[in-house]
């Protein structure tokens, strides 16, 4: 075996918030060795899980340091955890080396709130680096083809699962 296929998954989770038009929220990510293009440069909320987290803490956790959303209800989730390698070529830039790509657990949420809550400016009151340079709400059937290509399995997978809640 390589080193590549020893290193281990690293905890995150993914939020797919849904507005009550059924439209998710994406956030135009700015930098990361991931990020090719400007095309494939979208992507829903997600973050690591810390040691001792639960993921649906850290869930919201990670939606409020990356968009301050509080407003929300949560409608589902994946069973099981979706994992994906990132490609070789950026294993020593992502993450430090230490992982060999994502394994995620992904919710479902409502936004309930006013569009004004929403800053990614600024996001968690201020006190997080932003992560995205603009948002919007998109539809569904879009967002495998936002995503960086070797995450889109598991967005297909998302957008699978998640489409019952968008639907009015």
Known sequence: MTRFEVLPYRPCVGVMVLNRDGLAFVGRRTEGPEHVDEVHAWQMPQGGVDPGEDPWPAALRELWEETSIRSVEKLGEVPEWLAYDIPRD???????????????????????????????????????????????????????????????????????????????
Do not use: C, M
């Open 90 to 168: 950026i294993v020593g830039q992502a993450w430090k080396g230490k992982y060999r790509g994502q394994t995620q657990k992904w919710y479902a949420l409502r936004f309930t709130g006013d569009e004004r809550e929403i800053d990614v400016a600024a996001p968690g009151g201020g006190a997080h680096e932003p992560e995205f340079a603009e948002w919007r709400w998109e539809k569904l059937e879009n967002l495998p083809g936002l995503i960086i290509p070797f995450k889109r399995p598991v967005y297909e997978r998302v957008v699978s699962e998640f489409a019952k809640f968008a639907r009015k």
